[in-house]
């Protein structure tokens, strides 16, 4: 190990600020892509379940429309 | 090869190895990034010149690199597009488009970070940065034309023009250092020469390096799974397997 202490490592011989910065913006950049890649493919999912459900129930005739066509015949 | 090719046409075939792959693709990037993280932060030697600051290397330059490949493999996939009309090459268009630009944002600010303490400047308008910059206004107005034109179709292919056009920049950045009197150095790991830094520091580097493009791997394969999934919706295999999901 190359640092004798947590603070030695935080303080990286004066350039702690620089290196942070860089490792941090890399982690939430790259955790942030990853959560994004999830969650949009998780609302694309409910997003087509619902619409195929909606497609279903628009095809299927109700008992109204079938008594009313019946009537007429 | 050939087989592989016409595989690569169906849409369904690489939703399908998409998410085969997609667990390894993970747990070897979580892997590979924590070694090459902890190694380089934590075990790597000081630089005899820049103490720890270098240390930035083992984020800027898996970035950097990638940067420029996701944008390679963009022109590929534009060019093979265009020429055998495949579908899924839009769809990898449009998903590593946000992705590539994201990482170039990151090598432009790990490098800036790095360019502080060790040359004193956040930034110097060279050959080098001022082309890696413009590599990120190239991303940002794929995205930018690919949102402005309604009709999918004439997107694409509106699309696909300009990132080839776009691929010139590649080659300009890569010999920006050597072509251009730059303030960033010359490359210190190439393919022919024994690398200019000792494997303490360069094995952690291509372990990072590894790591990054696996994590890229993994989001592209996420991201065109959600795409392949809306452009398919119509289709008997996604209406099958919607069901199956709702039931769940």
């Not at chain 2, 090719?5 to 998409?18: Q, R, T, V």
């Not at chain 2, 910059?133 to 009709?151: K, Q, S, V």
Request: charged share 15%.
């Amino acid at each position: 190990m190359q640092f004798e202490s947590l603070a030695a490592f935080i303080a990286m011989d004066g350039q702690g600020f620089y290196i942070w910065l860089s490792y941090g913006f890399f982690l939430v950049c790259f955790m942030g892509l990853v959560l994004a890649a999830l969650r949009e493919r998780r609302l694309m999912v409910a997003q087509l379940a619902r619409q195929m459900r909606r497609d279903a129930l628009s095809r299927k005739p109700t008992a109204a429309h079938t008594e009313t066509s019946q009537e007429i015949l | 090869m050939w087989s592989f090719f016409h595989k690569m046409g169906s849409p369904k075939w690489f939703y399908d190895i998409a998410q085969r792959w997609k667990p390894w693709l993970a747990i070897g990037a979580l892997l590979l990034l924590l070694v090459g993280m902890v190694w380089g932060l934590l075990f790597a030697p000081k630089d005899y010149l820049q103490a720890q600051s270098y240390r930035i290397i083992f984020i800027h330059v898996p970035t950097a690199l990638l940067a420029q490949s996701c944008y390679i493999a963009m022109a590929l996939a534009a060019l093979v597009g265009m020429v055998w009309k495949m579908k899924l090459a839009d769809v990898f268009i449009k998903t590593a488009a946000p992705v590539g630009a994201v990482i170039t944002f990151l090598a432009l600010l790990t490098g800036a970070a790095w360019g502080k303490p060790t040359w004193g400047t956040w930034w110097v308008w060279d050959a080098r940065l001022t082309s890696m910059l413009l590599l990120l206004f190239i991303y940002l107005g794929i995205i930018a034309l690919r949102a402005a034109i309604d009709e999918a179709q004439a997107a694409a292919r509106a699309v696909a023009i300009l990132t080839l056009v776009g691929v010139v920049n590649i080659p300009i950045i890569k010999y920006s250092v050597e072509v251009f009197n730059t303030l960033h150095q010359k490359a210190s790991i190439t393919l022919t020469a024994k690398p200019a830094m000792p494997p303490e520091m360069y094995i952690p580097l291509l372990i990072m390096v590894l790591g990054c493009y696996l994590v890229f791997a993994w989001l592209i394969f996420q991201r065109m799974q959600t795409e392949i999934l809306f452009r398919e919706r119509r289709t008997r295999w996604v209406q099958d397997w919607l069901r199956t999901q709702s039931s769940s």
